[in-house]
Structure formats: C-alpha cells, structure tokens
C-alpha cells in the first residue's frame, strides 16, 4: 500500500488503541493516586484544597467546551477536503485534540487529589474519563461527523475497504 493509502480497520484499530491507551491511562494514574493517598505517602497539602476546589471546575468546563469547540471548528474545516484519505487524516487529528483536551482535564483532577489528599476531586476524573469514553471512535460516528457521502461511507464500513 502507497503512503496515502491504509484499509478501514487499520484506521480505525490505531484510533481505538489510541483511546483505549488514554482511558487506561487515566484509570492507572488513579489507581496509583489512590494508594499513595490510602499509605499517607501522597502530598496531603490541605491549603491547596481551597484553591483547587474553586480551579478544578473551571478546568474541568473549560476543557469540555474547548474539547468540543475546537472539535466541532476543525470538524467543519476538516469537511472541506476533497479526498476521503485526507478527511479522514484530517478528522484523526481533530481528534486527538479532543481526546488531550479532555484527557488533560482529568489527569489534572489526579494530580489535585494527589497533591491535597482530597478524593473527592476524583468526581471531576470520573467525568472527564465519562466524556472520553463516550467520545470513542466509532465507523457510524465518524461517516455522520464527516458528512460523507455513500462511495465513501461505503470504503469506511468495509474492513477492507481502501481509504485513499
């Protein structure tokens, strides 16, 4: 296969591996988070507690609405290309940048329950985990978010199917 050529499900298995690598992620962070809280060997600052309490949502929102303003801007540009290799080049990048949006809000609610000891702060994780999950790569997704037509559709559908 020619440098602009990949079949559907090698486009799709990268982009799910990807998530998969990202939601796994964020669950292992945790994991370790929460047993340095439950040893007493993470940062128990409690000063930071306030401070963060009033950051985190803000973080957590901005995240989300830049998550999928940024998706939604690209997604538009992204349409404009004339070859389905492109488009859909260009829709993986578009959502990557959704992805680290919206895996940047939840490593930063890890971090703040490392940091103050607080567990609570792990609700922002689990929602930010929540919203990526749901985001997961998916053929019917990404034929409806790319507007394509039913050639196209088609090349995506097939596991075969060419995208070039």
Same mark, same amino acid.
């Given at each position: 296969m020619g440098p602009n050529r990949i079949k559907s499900k090698d486009y799709f298995r990268a982009l799910t591996i990807l998530h998969g690598a990202l939601l796994v992620g964020i669950i292992l962070f945790a994991a370790i988070v929460t047993f340095l809280v439950q040893t007493g060997s993470a940062t128990n600052d409690t000063d930071l507690r306030q401070p963060l309490q009033y950051l985190l949502p803000v973080v957590a929102v901005s995240c989300t609405v830049s998550a999928f303003l940024f998706f939604n801007n690209r997604l538009h540009l992204v349409r404009l290309n004339p070859g389905l290799y492109e488009k859909t080049m260009e829709y993986r990048a578009a959502l990557i940048l959704k992805y680290a949006f919206l895996d940047g809000a939840a490593i930063f609610s890890i971090i703040s329950v490392f940091l103050t000891g607080f567990t609570g702060f792990f609700l922002y994780t689990a929602v930010m985990g929540a919203l990526l999950f749901v985001a997961r790569p998916a053929v019917q997704s990404?034929? @409806?978010?790319?507007?394509? @037509?039913?050639q196209d559709a088609a090349v995506l559908e097939d596991p075969e199917g060419i995208i070039e």
């Open positions: 990404t034929i @409806n978010d790319l507007q394509l @037509n039913e």
